[in-house]
């Protein structure tokens, strides 16, 4: 099948160059794109540039992002960024979805220049409508999390929703976050654990974590503290560092898996190691009381110390075997 296709590609660069070097801009656009893959054609990105310049001078709409995306690859002039830019919005006037996408991620961020936010919103909520998933979900989470402007909870439950019915795995994290703790709608734990379920199931190592919290207290699930151990252990293969102390809990009290302070104490150290300060606190108290790791006063008065200096409030003095009950 490979060799099928390839000999197409081939077929089709060959078939496609008289038209595109005769002017027209839809076929400069298609050799651009063959030329930038590479394949059958061997990869040339100078060439594919200069294709996607004359489509984009053409005025054919697609080019204008193929081009702005051949000019943001290149760091070989400082100036590629502002041109690229420039070629994103040029589509995006067009409208097209995915330059108006990427020229709010320039505009955004103050990757070309200046940051100017009002416009980089104005085209992410464009690309939003025309039905861009990125978009959709980015402008959901900005909406969450108030990241421009106060967060507008009404708008990030529809975004998220729009994002999250088209499987983008981060949306639907955003959108269980929000059922769970009732934003811009009325909470429903069960909604949002099947929400989690769904974006633990794509890979999202947060939503594994938050799934096995509400197994482990049975909340909008029946408790379950083997599967609450599962998922934790899921978003600890993915390095997350909540779900590293989380399922130190589990060892420390025995729930789910063999009470074992010296695996909860690896797991502390772990999630200490990745900068998760309640990983530090944790230890501080098994090195005070002597638990899953010889007693060390000196030690664990440092941890607390440090930990203290961030979160006042923290309490990693009391005996786990109290604190955690």
């Not at 160059?17 to 063959?34: F, K, M």
């Not at 594919?48 to 760091?75: E, F, I, K, T, V």
Request: glycine content about 8%; aromatic content about 6%; some cysteine.
């Amino acid at each position: 099948m490979a060799w099928r296709c390839s000999k197409r590609a081939r077929t089709a660069f060959e078939t496609w160059l008289p038209l595109a070097e005769a002017g027209h801009p839809e076929t400069q656009y298609n050799i651009g794109v063959l030329l930038s893959r590479g394949g059958a054609v061997p990869r040339d990105l100078t060439a594919a540039r200069r294709w996607q310049q004359q489509a984009s001078d053409a005025g054919y709409p697609p080019a204008h992002c193929a081009l702005g995306d051949l000019l943001w690859a290149d760091r070989s002039d400082p100036l590629n960024r502002q041109r690229a830019l420039s070629a994103y919005l040029k589509g995006a006037n067009q409208d097209q979805a995915s330059c108006m996408h990427n020229a709010a991620a320039v505009l955004l961020n103050g990757l070309a220049g200046a940051p100017d936010v009002l416009a980089g919103l104005h085209w992410l909520e464009r690309a939003a409508e025309a039905g861009n998933l990125a978009s959709q979900a980015q402008l959901g989470s900005l909406h969450l999390h108030g990241t421009y402007s106060p967060p507008e909870h009404e708008h990030a439950l529809r975004w998220l929703t729009l994002a999250a019915d088209r499987g983008h795995v981060d949306a639907t994290h955003d959108l269980a976050y929000m059922w769970e703790r009732g934003l811009g709608t009325v909470a429903d734990l069960g909604t949002a654990a099947t929400l989690y379920e769904r974006a633990a199931a794509g890979g999202q190592a947060l939503s594994a974590n938050n799934l096995g919290l509400l197994y482990r207290n049975g909340q909008g699930v029946p408790q379950d503290h083997p599967k609450a151990v599962t998922y934790f252990e899921q978003a600890v293969a993915q390095r997350n560092s909540e779900a590293m102390v989380n399922l130190g809990d589990m060892h420390y009290l025995g729930l789910g898996v063999a009470a074992n302070p010296a695996q909860a104490a690896v797991l502390y150290q772990q999630a200490a190691n990745a900068g998760l300060l309640w990983g530090d606190c944790r230890l501080a108290a098994l090195l005070r009381h002597g638990e899953g790791l010889p007693r060390d006063i000196p030690r664990a008065d440092q941890l607390k110390q440090r930990v203290q200096m961030r979160m006042p409030s923290a309490d990693c003095t009391t005996p786990l075997s109290t604190l955690l009950r």
